[in-house]
């Protein structure tokens, strides 16, 4: 019922400004608002104009609305930044753990391999495993700062 009298008030409240509006109660006690006299008692509102907008009033809506705008965009640019950096994380983090892995196999594997150009299994010399074990802890120093 009140949803229904705020309604009607915000209808009434659109008309000419020499609109009267009525404000009647029924025998239960309910408000009702109305553009015609009511039977019995009723109250009369006369709307008043709305106030004239001035030039400071506009340029002040404008100033607002562009800082809001500014506002909002530097609010998505840093939420876009905040998205960038935290899939940055998530990749160094990935990395981070391959590269252990592989320095862990490198450590404790008893033989490594490469496959060479015809597809075999050609396994490392010393040297080169001491090579490849420098890499692998250089790629950990690296991701995983």
Same mark, same amino acid.
């Given at each position: 019922?009140? *949803?229904?009298? =705020?309604?009607? %008030?915000? %209808?009434?409240a659109g008309a000419p400004a020499a609109a009267e509006i009525y404000k009647c109660t029924d025998? $239960?006690?309910a408000v009702h608002y109305t553009d015609e006299p009511c039977a019995g008692e009723s109250t009369v509102f006369t709307p008043r104009a709305a106030p004239k907008v001035d030039a400071d009033s506009a340029q002040r809506r404008d100033k607002t *609305? &562009? =800082? =809001? *705008? +500014?506002y909002s965009e530097e609010q +998505? @640019? @840093? @939420? $876009? +930044?905040? +998205? &960038?950096q935290q899939l @940055? $994380? $998530?990749q160094r983090e990935s990395k981070c753990a391959s590269a252990r892995n592989r320095l862990d196999q490198y450590l404790h594997a008893s033989r490594i391999y490469r496959i060479d150009q015809d597809g075999k299994q050609v396994n490392l010399s010393a040297e080169e495993r001491a090579q490849s074990t420098g890499r692998a802890r250089k790629e950990v120093e690296f991701w995983c700062k």
């Open positions: 019922m009140k *949803r229904y009298c =705020l309604y009607t %008030l915000c %209808l009434l025998p $239960q006690g *609305r &562009r =800082l =809001l *705008r +500014a +998505a @640019e @840093e @939420e $876009q +930044a905040a +998205a &960038r @940055e $994380q $998530q």
